[in-house]
């Protein structure tokens, strides 16, 4: 699994969970929804995802590594 890939999965898996919890605990959740949505959009233009540095870290290869 690349970066790439493993940010996509936990920003999905965030969003879903998020939805579910705001469907049956409290619509608060959807603050996390929200977050997980501002951080995609400010990385699609500064190019800086905390997530991905994490990744990284733990040893994922980038799309160039492979």
């Known amino acids: 699994m690349t ?4 940010v ?3 920003a999905g ?3 879903l969970v998020s939805v579910l919890l705001s469907i049956y605990v409290s619509q608060y ?12 959009f400010q990385s ?3 190019g800086f995802c905390p997530a991905a ?3 990284r870290r733990l ?3 980038t799309t160039c590594d492979s």
Not at 3 to 6: C, D, E, K, Y
């Open 53 to 55: 540095s994490i990744f």
């Open 44 to 46: 699609a233009f500064t």
């Open 13 to 15: 898996a965030f969003v």
């Open 29 to 40: 959740w959807l603050a996390m929804t929200l977050f997980v949505g501002a951080n995609m």
């Open 3 to 6: 970066v790439n890939s493993a």
């Open 59 to 61: 040893g994922l290869k």
């Open 8 to 10: 996509m999965a936990m």
